[in-house]
């Protein structure tokens, strides 16, 4: 679905940590949120995500409000709460949430369960896994029901380097197999340029820059050039 942000403003403390007056992220693509830490990335997907309110302004799904759009999207964090269950449970859960069939659930389950390559902790509780475990569960989780919109707040941060290609690979498989729209926050250009066809950049609560990606290396603006240099 369309994702279009209208007159967008939060404000903590008489500081106003996002403004975005239009912003519009593309149907079916992938598109990454760089900035700095503190720009306003994490509090832009709370606001898409309906996880937070703005003080002004609204978000738009294919025109609609949230309530059209609540069950076709997710939201997964580098601190995603898992449910003090197994990981079978833990990616089960939204599936029975459904009402899906217990053999549907069996096969989705199992499918993602290959995808992450979590089969050796299918009946560990998820709330004693590492850090990178428990990220990958959050996503597996995420994805189970096959959602139109993921929203993913930094998905690799406690991941190691061997297991991020295939996180990568994973996202760039549901986004072409199943047209999902996918927004990652990710503080790695690298990563980004990998994944993502569009890149809206952030700084200090704006979005200074939205281009497609094989552009931004480009980019004229020196702040931005040099973010990519560093990162
Ligand atoms: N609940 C909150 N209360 C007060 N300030 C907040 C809160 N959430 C975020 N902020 C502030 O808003 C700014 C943007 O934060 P955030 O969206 O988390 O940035 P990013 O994800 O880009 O690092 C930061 O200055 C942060 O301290
Ligand atoms: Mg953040």
Known sequence: MDIRLRNIKKTYNSKTVLQIDSLKIKKGKITGILGPNGSGKTTMMKIIGDLIKPDTGR???DGKGFESASDRLTYVSHNSYLFNDSVF????????????KKEY?????????????????????????????????????????KPEVLLIDE???????????????????????????????????????????????????????????????NSNDEFIKEFIELN
Do not use: W
Not at 89 to 100: E, Q, S, T, V, Y
Not at 197 to 202: N, P, R, T, V, Y
């Open 59 to 61: 978000v738009e799904y």
């Open 155 to 217: 998905p690799t941060s406690n991941i190691d380097p061997n297991f991020i290609k295939l996180i990568e690979s994973a996202l760039k498989r549901i986004n072409n197999d199943l047209k999902t729209t996918i927004v990652i926050v990710t503080h790695n250009t690298a990563q980004s340029l990998r994944l993502c066809e569009e890149i809206i950049f952030m700084r200090d609560g704006n979005v200074i820059q939205q281009t497609l990606t094989k552009n931004i290396v």
């Open 105 to 145: 659930i069996e096969k989705r389950v199992e499918e993602l369960i290959d995808n992450f390559q979590i089969r050796y902790l299918k009946y560990e509780n998820a709330l004693t896994l590492s850090g990178g475990e428990k990220q990958k569960v959050a996503l597996a989780r995420a994805l189970s029901f």
């Open 89 to 100: 449970g833990n990616i089960a859960a939204p599936l029975k949430f459904r009402d899906m």
